[in-house]
């Protein structure tokens, strides 16, 4: 008689992973309950393996999107800015407008979110199975540059432009972008546009200036023609959470500065 650990061994060999961790449990389950039957059990191992291969695909998406944190809706301070449009944020936690092949646009002040809220749905967009391309403005760009440089262009593209979802996150934080910015990222998001891929930009720069920013103004009108066609422009206003933040911090660095030094017993 074969025994668990013969068995796991086996189903490592059969790479079936997720039935290997479960096996065990499985056949305690099976013991204490003896109304299941062998394909009941069999119905569960099946099962665990699925959700390991899912949990497995979803952990190398996320690896291989560019995000660097997991940021959640959970920990973010609606109370501190109510000025800002939580119920279109949500609606694109949920989704649905990459299911859609939608474009969003977040402009607005600077620290008031956007950032965390274009990873939280990337992160949301990762979870839901879907493949994700996320880069900070500069190092989308010094990415194409170095593409080129190396004849790794085409396969550069294939992520940004396959990618069923691209952020591109803080456009014009630095006013100096590389000569070939505008012809890069009219590439990019005229690809996406044509295959019906979901784009989401963040800046602090209202679309009016990108013509001047992107030295190009018939370059720009086209990348927001195609953008707000089928596109949710949402508007951040209010207060600072990076200065929230800042304060919190000082107040809490002043407060342990008047704490009496401890002196040892």
């Keep these: 008689m074969k025994t668990i650990e013969e068995t796991e061994k086996q189903l490592r060999t059969l790479r079936l992973h997720g039935m290997a961790q479960t096996?065990?449990?499985?056949?305690?389950q099976a013991q204490q309950n003896g109304s299941m039957s062998v394909l009941d059990v069999l119905a569960l191992l099946v099962q665990d393996e699925l959700d390991f291969r899912q949990s497995r695909l979803i952990e190398r998406r996320f690896h291989g999107s560019g995000l660097d944190e997991r940021?959640?809706?959970q920990d973010f301070d609606w109370s501190y800015n109510p000025r800002l449009?939580?119920?279109?944020?949500?609606?694109?936690?949920?989704?649905?407008f990459v299911q859609q092949a939608a474009d969003a646009l977040l402009i607005g002040h600077p620290g008031t979110g956007k950032s965390h809220i274009a990873k939280a749905v990337a992160h949301a967009a990762i979870q839901a199975g879907y493949q994700v391309a996320y880069r900070e403005a500069q190092g989308f760009f010094e990415d194409i540059f170095e593409a080129t440089q190396t004849k790794k262009r085409k396969k550069l593209f294939k992520l940004f432009c396959g990618a069923d979802l691209l952020v591109i996150d803080d456009l014009f934080l630095q006013k100096r972008l590389p000569q070939t910015a505008a012809e890069d990222l009219l590439d990019v998001i005229l690809d996406r546009y044509r295959h019906r891929k979901s784009t989401?930009?963040?800046s602090n720069r209202p679309i009016e200036d990108w013509g001047k920013l992107l030295g190009d103004n018939a370059a720009a009108s086209a990348i927001l023609d195609r953008l707000l066609h089928h596109g949710h422009l949402l508007k951040f206003e209010g207060k600072s959470y990076r200065l929230k933040e800042a304060f919190k911090r000082l107040?809490?660095?002043k407060k342990k500065a008047k704490l009496p030094p401890f002196l040892p017993t």
Excluded: H, N, V, W
């Design 85 to 96: 449009p939580k119920q279109e944020i949500l609606e694109l936690i949920s989704g649905k």
């Design 71 to 73: 940021k959640i809706m």
């Design 23 to 28: 096996l065990q449990a499985r056949c305690l």
């Design 200 to 202: 989401m930009i963040t």
């Design 251 to 253: 107040a809490l660095e």
